[in-house]
């Protein structure tokens, strides 16, 4: 399935979490107020007046996944393979596969036709249906209502029901961090592949962004036994690095702040909240001042804290290295001598903007790791 498109559709009860991927990168994360429990909310004042809940159910359905599929999704690109989870789930793919040896996948034609049928019947007889010990579970319906207009509206041929909640996602987690399994899966790749996909939303993504993002790395590398950082903190160093400019979508002025928000504002699949905030932060202060810790208790602890300020000195650095954006070095090399970071670059260009922009930007980055930043040049002749 690495190279087909999917989407894994979480049907919760407070939302609908989508996570979709085209040719096997992941694409976007996104959560849509049309959970379960939340649908039947919306439609409680209601409820007694009308003669088909489900009408009403699949017009509210149908509005919320017009605006995701109008923004995510290409005229005509259709999504082969749906991976469902939610509840009930389980109880019809049992009845789907009744006369089928495979267990956790289904024709995508067959199994709308069985919620088709299912949503013919009253809420009695499709809690019979699937054999639920409540006879009269009214979340029933809102959720086979979400099965039923997400796999048409992708478009899918196949539905897979991979038999896991959030628990086995919790527990394949500490099993990894405690090295008890290893995933072959990149999930770090996921990642960087969303951040990619934001930043080409909002029409931020160049060749300046890839330029950064190995600066920053290449940095962040040389700085190892300095900065005492691992291969997470890397990751959100790279994180920031792409999404950097992305708030010049709506000020040019302040391209910071708007970054900062619009990254606070996006879910990104494998991001926590705390990490989240975190690379919004080393975004915004990578352009200003970084703030004092007070400013920031509310939203993350001191080691958080420091974690930011160092990635922040390191993005601020390796950004006036390209500030002119035209990706004037070749060859880059960075050891640390003395009290110096020595940076040597390989260059046919005149580099004195990025000197100049260095020097001034300097300052954040001594304060924190007691290390000048200085450009030792190559000139290059052809």
């Known amino acids: 399935m690495t190279k087909d498109s999917a989407a894994v559709i979480d049907v919760g009860g407070g939302s609908l979490q989508i996570t979709l991927f085209i040719h096997g990168r992941v694409v976007t994360t996104q959560h849509l107020a049309i959970g379960t429990m939340r649908l039947m909310e919306m439609l409680s004042g209601i409820e007694h007046n009308v003669s088909h809940l489900e009408k009403q159910l699949e017009e509210l359905v149908d509005k919320e996944l017009a605006v995701f599929m109008a923004q995510y999704m290409h005229p005509g690109q259709k999504i082969t393979n749906v991976i469902l989870m939610g509840d009930y789930i389980a109880e019809i793919m049992r009845k789907v596969h009744k006369s089928t040896d495979e267990r956790n996948m289904v024709d995508a034609r067959r199994f709308i036709e069985f919620l088709q049928k299912l949503n013919k019947k009253s809420v009695e007889k499709i809690s019979e249906e699937l054999n639920l010990s409540n006879e009269k579970d009214m979340l029933v319906l809102p959720s086979v209502i979400l099965y039923a207009k997400m796999t048409q509206a992708m478009q899918a041929q196949t539905i897979w029901f991979p038999d896991v909640d959030t628990s086995d996602g919790i527990v394949c987690d ?42 920053s790395s290449l940095l962040f590398d040389a700085m190892k036994k300095v900065h005492g950082l691992g291969k997470r903190e890397r990751l959100l160093l790279q994180v920031a690095a792409i999404l950097h400019d992305c708030g010049k979508y709506v000020s040019l002025a302040n391209s910071a702040t708007c970054a900062y928000q619009i990254i606070r504002a996006t879910e990104i699949i494998g991001i926590t909240h705390l990490e989240r905030e975190m690379v919004a932060c080393i975004v915004l202060y990578n352009s200003t001042p970084l703030d004092p810790y007070e400013e920031l208790a509310d939203r993350m602890d001191t080691n958080s804290y420091l974690v930011v300020a160092k990635l922040a000195a390191i993005l601020k650095v390796a950004n006036a290295m390209d500030r002119s954006h035209k990706q004037k070095f070749k060859n880059v090399k960075a050891v640390i001598k003395n009290k110096d970071l020595v940076i040597t670059i390989e260059t046919i260009d005149d580099i004195a903007l990025e000197k100049d922009l260095l020097a001034a930007k300097a300052d954040m980055f001594q304060q924190i790791f007691g290390l000048k930043p200085v450009i030792r040049e190559k000139r290059v002749y052809i």
């Open 174 to 215: 500490y099993a990894q961090k405690n090295k008890i399994i290893h995933l072959s899966h990149n999930f770090d790749e996921d990642i960087l592949s969303a951040a990619k996909n934001m930043s080409v939303r909002y029409t931020s993504y160049s060749q300046h962004i890839d330029a950064l993002t190995e600066m």
